[in-house]
Each structure stands twice: as structure tokens, then as C-alpha cells.
Antibody, heavy 120, light 107 residues
Framework: EVQLVESGGGLVKPGGSLRLSCAAS????????MNWVRQAPGKGLEWVSS????????YYADSVKGRFTISRDNAKNSLYLQMNSLRAEDTAVYYC?????????????WGQGTLVTVSS | SYVLTQPPSVSVAPGQTARITCGGN??????VHWYQQKPGQAPVLVVY???DRPSGIPERFSGSNSGNTATLTISRVEAGDEADYYC??????????FGGGTKLTVL
């Protein structure tokens, strides 16, 4: 069974940093692209970042470019999102999601999400 | 930037057919994916590549895409279909884009 479990969310002050993790199991992690998608409270889905299976290709939404860094460790079946210079508008549930390709493919499995709250 | 437009809400009686649209410039040339999200839960993929269904998704869920509109059709709607639905595409100028979401209410 495919499982994606996010962790690392919490309350952080504006300007602070946080590192999210996503632990994957039930599939060959190194064969899939991975993504972060977020959802602000009461709002819709927003794509954040994608990384290809071998980390060769990485993409970011303009809203996080230069502040967030996506990475993965295929030996540990884990995906990460380093978030720096956090702003109030980064407050959201952050989901990790799997896809067949780094661009254009659907996200066929999602984790349950981890809540990030940026507030003083 | 590429914009996807969905109606905020759609209402349908049980047993009827719900159609949720997703509008975008020449969206018919793109692959459209649809997600269902129930309150407090993660999104679930219900249709991918315009009209394909993942395993485990009922045949009542179908999709089409042409011109400037993609449509998710839910036949024989059940109370359990009540949820938010999002369309998604990839665009060369905007990367990954989601529609604003449509709340499906089963009357």
C-alpha cells in the first residue's frame, strides 16, 4: 500500500524557517517524481514545488522561489521542503504527492498533510 | 499566467448527473486532471489525462476536454460524492495550475 506521511509542521514566526519531511513507503520511491502542494485555510490547492526522481529537475512556484528548497533522499525514501524567510501567507496545510513525471502528470497519491502556521 | 476557472458551486439531487466545468484558454490542448477533496481529508485523484480513471474510482466519474472547457461528469450522484473538486493542468508559462475549486452539494 502506498503511504506518504508528512511531518515537521508547526508554529513559526515571520522570517523564521521550517523543514518539512515526507516519508514514503509501499512503492519504489526512486522511480517517481515528487511534489509539494499547499492549501491555505479555507482556500484552494496551490502547487509549490516538484522534483524529478533523480533530483535532476527541480521547479518552484514563483511565490516561493528563492525561499523554499525541495530535496529528496532516495536511500531514505524521503522528500523534504526547506522553508526559509517564512511569511504569513505561507500559512497552509502542506501535502506531499507522487507523480509519474515531474511535469504535466497527475498526482496519484497524497499524504494527509502537515500544518504550517506563520504568526507572531 | 494561465488561469483555470471553475464555478464556485454546483448542486444536484441524488441520482442525477453533476457536471463541473473547468475553463481555460485552449485547455483542450492540455491534459486535465481532477481531484476530489472531502472536508479534513487529502485530495484524491478521480480523473487523469482528461478522461482516464484510476483504479478504484467508480465508472460514474468521467471526464472530457475540448476547446476552452474541460468537464468532470458524475453520473447517478450519491450523497458520498459531496466534496470540493479541483481541476489541474500543466502550462509552459505557469507550471502547475489548479482551478479555484467547485463545491458539489447533493440536495
Amino acid at each position: 500500500e502506498v503511504q506518504l506521511v508528512e511531518s515537521g509542521g508547526g508554529l513559526v514566526k515571520p522570517g523564521g524557517s521550517l523543514r518539512l519531511s515526507c516519508a514514503a513507503s509501499g512503492f519504489t520511491f526512486s522511480s517517481y517524481s515528487m511534489n509539494w502542494v499547499r492549501q491555505a485555510p479555507g482556500k484552494g490547492l496551490e502547487w509549490v514545488s516538484s522534483i524529478s526522481s533523480s533530483s535532476s529537475y527541480i521547479y518552484y512556484a514563483d511565490s516561493v522561489k528563492g525561499r523554499f528548497t525541495i530535496s529528496r533522499d532516495n536511500a531514505k525514501n524521503s522528500l523534504y521542503l526547506q522553508m526559509n524567510s517564512l511569511r504569513a501567507e505561507d500559512t497552509a496545510v502542506y501535502y506531499c504527492a507522487r507523480s509519474q513525471m515531474v511535469r504535466g502528470a497527475s498526482h496519484d497519491y497524497w499524504g494527509q498533510g502537515t500544518l504550517v502556521t506563520v504568526s507572531s | 499566467s494561465y488561469v483555470l476557472t471553475q464555478p464556485p458551486s454546483v448542486s444536484v439531487a441524488p441520482g442525477q448527473t453533476a457536471r463541473i466545468t473547468c475553463g481555460g484558454n485552449n485547455i483542450g490542448s492540455k491534459s486535465v486532471h481532477w481531484y476530489q477533496q472531502k472536508p479534513g481529508q487529502a485530495p484524491v485523484l478521480v480523473v487523469y489525462d482528461d478522461s482516464d480513471r484510476p483504479s478504484g474510482i467508480p465508472e460514474r466519474f468521467s471526464g472530457s476536454n475540448s476547446g476552452n472547457t474541460a468537464t468532470l461528469t458524475i453520473s447517478r450522484v450519491e450523497a458520498g460524492d459531496e466534496a470540493d473538486y479541483y481541476c489541474q493542468v500543466w502550462d509552459s508559462s505557469s507550471d502547475e495550475v489548479f482551478g479555484g475549486g467547485t463545491k458539489l452539494t447533493v440536495l
